[in-house]
């Protein structure tokens, strides 16, 4: 049994809590939010964020930070990825050398165009950071549906110790050396879902969400590449698996924001509906920044960022896509009598 610390206390946060103290862990879960915590502590249930799963009295809840660190074998940090780096910064007094901290969250800071695991090593160097990715949504996992996952660490030994924390008949963790290839799948899927949830909301139909999720991983791999990540990556759970959950699913906050700007709704109007952090709208520009640092050619990520940023009309955006000039498929692939 391991004592573990959860940072975070939204969703996904807490339904990670329940699976780690069903594994048989002892859990302690900070929230920043008073309220939360004594509704999470007298309710035993997240009644907004994860209604319907039941919270075991074992596990314990607090808004002091130090008590969700100190004397812990490792710590999930959980909370929304425009919040990583401010938490990472209160955490690190408290953070032991050497203690492993595996972020669950998906984003990339759009000032610095760094991921989440490179913004909390530098807030606590003294760390071992790890990340778990996956097409895992929170309300799946918290109903012990079945869900695979991706562990990426620095060393094998820290990948197969949290493997092996996680890892249960319903939920089951892979390994892989590919940190940032795992990150950049799992942060620039939340961009390509809006756009999947905007042709949605236009009412479009299977063949344009399947071009949009084809054509969203050639981007990404692209870009990802680019960068230094592995395609395997992305032609795995946390590349195309994560991307077809996030753009498909009804649980998909991206996608439910996308639909309603599809819908005529601002990003602003649609982001209130959601009520939770749509984490596509604060990776939007840092994916469109960092395509043009590279070089690389994203063109959905371009005509998202128009939409919510420049006011485009999401229909003229598809037109626009649909109307680019022509291209192979595969450019890199020869054509017979070119081959000689």
Partial sequence: MANVGVLGAGSWGTALAVLLHDNGHHVTVWSIDKEEVRMLTEEREHKTKLPGVLIPKEMVFTNVI??????????V??????????????????????????????????????????QIEEEIPQADV?????????EEVGRKLPTGCVVGAKTRKTAEYLQEMFTNEVFRVYTSPDILGIELGGSLKNVIALAAGMADGLGYGDNTKAALITRGITEISRLGVKMGGKVESFSGLTGMGDLIVTCASVHSRNRKA???????KSMQEAMDEVKMVVEGVYSAKAAAKLAKKYDVSMPIVEQVNKILFEGKDPKVAVEDLMLRSMKSEHASLPWPEEEN
């Fill in 77 to 118: 940090l959980a909370v929304p990825s425009p919040f990583t780096r401010a938490t990472a910064k209160t955490m690190s007094p408290y953070v032991k050398e050497g203690q492993i901290i595996v972020d669950v969250a998906k984003g990339i800071e759009e000032s610095t165009l760094m991921t989440l695991s490179m």
């Fill in 66 to 75: 130090e008590e969700a660190i100190l004397e812990k074998d490792f710590l």
């Fill in 130 to 138: 790890a990340v778990l990715s996956g097409p895992s949504h929170a």
């Fill in 258 to 264: 996308g639909y309603l700007i599809g819908q005529g």
